[in-house]
């Protein structure tokens, strides 16, 4: 097996990197035999890649293996520490390495946190093929990456480990790691790290590496010690679903007691703020809608600030959110009015656009009556009698007469 047993002042989860393909664990979907990236890899014909998926899933890990696979350079650049200057020394260097036969891949994890004199400073690079860039995300590529970059790489989404997968990890680590030759663990603790870990197998190793720092026989009174986690709330099974429940339905009851209680249960049970700030953004719109318009950009702007600053400094503005949507006016009257536009699509299909409100932006069009008979609305005082909707749903109503 391909493991680093030396250095044990590294992380385990940093000591168990696999080096190949064959002993990397999840991602079939993208690596698994057969798969494009895979068959890039085995012929060394590897483009620019983004890796967007969650913390933990191996982003690091397999842009590693590529390198090492394809015999490249491994540099890795902070997104955070690295500026301008130190991406045009390491393409420098690409460039020198490469007159003499040999690839660069440059790896920046959290490239979203690259601003855009950082990433322009990448492109000229990656376009001319002097370095291959690999860069791992958890956030949207499409939102966080410039187009100009976004273009010249292939994005594939890597997905959480199975609870399955990272009890793989487990197992490798008690066998391959000299330091668990006498440490034994039971399976309702092994079991507690692989399900509560939500997909993350550096936050198993690290727990499973600590617990074992305690006691020779791991218990899963142990392990909840060590992964810091609350028996009251699991991430991935009921108690995630009814506890976002309650939070919403103690904001949309005006109970902003509640609702602090509910969101303060979820974040030091460990749940991701960007998960609640964007349920904040649907209840926004779900249960305020029309009636207060402010509260969308309020819960936008909280999203906004769980991603620029992170936990623990996060929680007070959802806290501030959560207690706004809880004391604001409700209607729920967009949310049906959607729902019955969205049903009418459903029955209905793609009905025709009625001719006088099509666009006319050529002779041809116009000669077909695109656009013949539109009233201006401002020319009428924005009274004109005319419809919008198709003939088929002319006196369909889904909002409320005001």
């Given amino acids: 097996m391909e493991i680093d047993v030396n250095s044990y002042n590294r992380p385990l989860a940093d000591r168990l990197r696999p080096q190949s393909l064959d002993t990397f664990v999840g991602q079939e979907k993208i690596i698994g035999v057969g798969k494009i990236l895979r068959l890039a890899v085995e012929q060394d014909r590897v483009p620019s890649l983004i890796f967007w998926g969650p913390p933990g899933c191996g982003k690091t890990t397999l842009a590693r293996i590529i390198a090492n696979l394809t015999q490249a ?16 020394r390491e393409t420098e260097n690409a460039r020198q390495r490469l007159i003499q036969g040999k690839k660069t891949i440059v790896f920046i994890d959290e490239i979203h946190r ?94 499973l590496e600590l617990a074992a720092q305690t006691t020779s026989y791991i218990k899963k009174a142990v392990a909840e010690d060590a992964l810091q986690k609350s028996l009251m709330y699991d991430k991935s099974g009921e108690e995630h679903y009814n506890i976002i429940s309650a939070l919403h339905k103690s904001m949309r009851g005006g109970d902003a007691d509640a609702g602090l209680y509910w969101l303060t249960r979820m974040l030091i049970g460990g749940e991701d703020p ?72 459903k029955q209905y299909g793609t009905l025709p656009v ?21 009233k201006y609305s401002p020319e009428y005082n924005y009274q004109e009698e005319q419809e919008y909707l198709p003939a088929k749903i002319k006196n369909h109503k889904y909002l409320v007469d005001i």
């Fill in 73 to 88: 350079e491994f540099v890795q650049l902070s997104a955070v520490e690295s500026g301008v200057k130190d991406i045009r």
């Fill in 114 to 207: 690259f601003n855009k004199n950082q990433q322009d400073a990448l492109l000229p690079h990656v376009e001319r093929g002097i370095i291959t860039l690999i860069g791992a995300t958890t956030e949207n590529p499409s939102f966080e990456v410039n187009a100009a970059l976004l273009s010249r790489c292939r994005v594939f989404v890597m997905e959480k480990l199975t609870a399955e997968e990272i009890t793989a990890l487990i197992d490798r680590a008690l066998l391959a790691q000299p330091e668990f030759k006498n440490i034994k663990i039971d399976g309702d603790a092994k079991k507690f790290l692989a399900e509560m870990a939500d997909g993350d197998a550096r936050v198993a190793l690290n727990a």
């Fill in 274 to 345: 960007l998960y609640i700030a964007r349920r904040l953004i649907r209840f926004a719109s779900e249960d305020i809608g029309i009636a207060n318009s402010l509260a969308l950009p309020q819960a936008i702007a909280a999203y906004q600030a769980c991603h620029f600053i992170g936990m623990p400094e996060c929680g007070v503005n959802l806290a501030q959110a959560v207690v706004y949507m809880a004391k604001s006016k409700k209607s729920n009257e967009l949310y049906t009015a959607y729902q019955k536009a969205e049903a009418d699509v």
């Fill in 354 to 374: 009625p001719l006088h409100i099509r666009n006319a932006p050529t002779k041809l069009m116009k000669n077909l009556n695109y656009g013949k008979g539109y």
